[in-house]
């Protein structure tokens, strides 16, 4: 398809208002003279849009009819020239009008229509008069536009008329004339989005429908709020389906907590609408219970190939009737959507591309009540939040370029050369907390897993109340990666976690240790080329604080045998990359890469590299593996647990000595539990007893590595 021009031929923070703003009202706040509008045209203006603002009682008999009010012209809009389709979106009245307009162009040949490209104008001129509306401006495009000025007219019409279509013309910067397009109002909504929800049969409390805002304390106006409804007050319509049902777990049994690996592969196999292409539909599963517990509220978890399609809430932790149950539902079930739509957490905006400023204070649903750093931390919070988006978030649902947004379009949180801010020393620490980042050992093959280990301390011998999670999935720890040519890169986990409040009070003696596999995210691999790396964590404290860990350097070598060189292919494959953040999978969409890990263990099996492959298979292996399918019946596939093919490779794996001792500790525990099922008791009690001294020979490292340097 040919590509030509089908143009040519600060604002932030969490507003609290959510009533409709007319245009005059707009008008009226930007206009930069007194020729934006009559004196009359404003005073007709002011009267329609707030009766109770007129001046009375009035000075004679009434000099004729009331005027009608005239229709909002906000929404969307759909018109063509030549063989480019215009979705145009105009935002200058209605619900928190951000003042901007913005458009999607796509080329159509024959029967197919392409994307072309995006503009939005950002500071435009708002002209109003009595008859018509006229907003202008210079926009930024995401391609070289040749008549960058964009020009919208929309007549002014009561509300007993239909919604006036908008002419759009594009202009040089010169003045002379571009394309135009004549456009018909569509929606009142800026994006329409196919939203399928699907409940799990074991959910033992009701499915979230809708919370009064007023039934608690909070910063907005009382009102019944929905899912939908939160998005359409931000100008996104959720339009439900067809497919939404209830899944039967029954075949599942006494396993029915959820693995991210059996959720990637359910939503592949059962969500209805899903494709490998970008498209307005999502799907969000409600089920009971996730691996890890009852602290999980809810995960992103789709962040392979064509992402932000699939989220999952867990009603273990966030089920319930009561008022501040209802409250967790609405806010977990909106944010991990917000994630599908990419919208990073309220102190990740730095992350983004393009980066924005953090902004920890905001009042969004993208921020974390319970690690709110303000006075009085989660109670003023929801003490203090309307319920909604902050304006800049705002702007990306309704402005955004669209692969920026779509969903299954641009990866999540793409966030390259990032974290500067983490790599610098700190002008002053006064938080009284320790972070400390390690790994068992300095130097790795090419293609080896790399996992790290963080401890949380403090020096203040008054005591430290912190939260405890530690794990980079959770969002709360940030680990940034200096490469071997010098650039940064900020880990990423494959999975976002939304998680809950998990606080203690440590002592100077205390330590609060958790390990995480990094070498593969959402960027892909992140150790993928020999040389040395420098690694520094950083950790967002309750008050706010950012502590910030020690550097750590490592080492990837580079392949010298044949050997080394092929298991270094075997294993940096996407599909491996996300088994070993999975710890397997049965997933179709991963096959590849379990044969790629089947046959390092069939060719290499002597190899070290091997015990990695065998710690994915042999733990996949081990359990029963709960599919979602979309064939009818119970719709739950399950395949069960091989226990003497698990049992085998895990035994294997603990006694090699290969793995970090965490690393260890998971396969000796999954190897307990596989010899529990295929009825061993004398064995599990054996292979539990080596976890026990697990700790002691991590102690006795720590010291050596302490010694050595």
Known sequence: MSQSDPTHVDISGSDVWLGDVSVDDVAAHYASDADATGADDATDARSEANPKALPGPFPGPFPGPIPLPKRPVSGRYLGTSGSYRLELRVDVDRARPTHRISGDFFQISGGTTAYAGSFVVNAPTITVTSTEITIKGLGSFTFGAGAPVVKVVIARRSILQPQAPAMLQFFTTGGAPGASYNTAFQSIHFRSVRFETDRVSDVSTPVFNTYNTGTQPSGGPARNLSV???????????????????????????????????????????????????????????????????????????????????????????????????????????????????????????????????????????????NYPAPGGEATYWNNFAFQFDTEEIIHLRHAYLNNILIGANNFAVGSALGQDVMSDP????????????????????GEPVVVELALGTNDSKGRRVHTWLHPNCNLVQIVIQRPNGSL???????????????????????????????????????????????????????????????????????????????AELFTGDEQG??????????????????????????????????????VLGSNAGRDFKTITNDGGDRLNLRKARTAESTEMLTAVAGSGVLDPVSAGQALAKLAEVQVRAGDQEAASATLNKIQRLPQKRERERAAETRAH
């Open 228 to 370: 939908a409804g939160a998005y359409a007050e931000a100008g996104i319509e959720l339009v439900a389906t067809g497919g939404s049902d209830i899944i039967n777990i029954g075949a599942a049994g006494p396993n029915a907590k959820w693995s991210n690996a059996e959720l990637h592969a359910s939503m592949q196999a059962h969500f209805t609408l899903w494709q490998d292409t970008p498209q307005w539909a999502v799907w969000q599963v409600v089920a009971q219970l996730h691996d890890l517990g009852p602290g999980l509220y809810g995960i992103m978890f789709d962040q392979q190939g064509r992402q932000r399609q699939g989220c999952a809430v867990f009603h273990q932790g966030i089920g319930g009737t009561t008022a501040a149950k209802q409250r967790l539902q609405l806010y977990t079930y909106v944010h991990e959507l917000g994630h599908s739509f990419n919208l990073l957490h309220s102190w990740q905006k730095s992350l983004a591309t393009p980066p924005s400023p953090n902004r920890p204070l905001s009042l969004s649903w993208m921020n974390y009540p319970f």
């Open 578 to 615: 996300t088994l070993l953040y999975l710890l397997g999978s049965d997933s179709e969409a991963l096959r590849h890469g379990n044969a790629a890990f089947a046959e390092v263990v069939d060719k290499h099996g002597r190899h070290p590299m091997a015990m990695y492959a065998r710690l």
């Open 427 to 446: 002008v002053r620490d006064e938080s009284g907390l320790t972070l400390t980042l390690s790994t068992h050992k300095r130097k790795f093959a090419l």
């Open 489 to 567: 890169q900020a880990y990423e986990p494959l999975i976002d976690h939304l998680v809950g409040q998990r606080e203690s009070v440590i002592g100077r003696t205390d330590v609060i240790r958790d390990s995480a596999y990094i070498g593969f995210g959402h960027d892909g691999f992140y150790f993928d080329q020999p040389g040395n790396y420098q690694l520094r964590a950083s950790y967002m404290a309750l008050d706010g604080s950012v502590v910030l860990s020690n550097m750590m350097n490592l080492r990837v070598a580079y392949p010298v045998t044949a050997a080394e060189e092929e298991l």
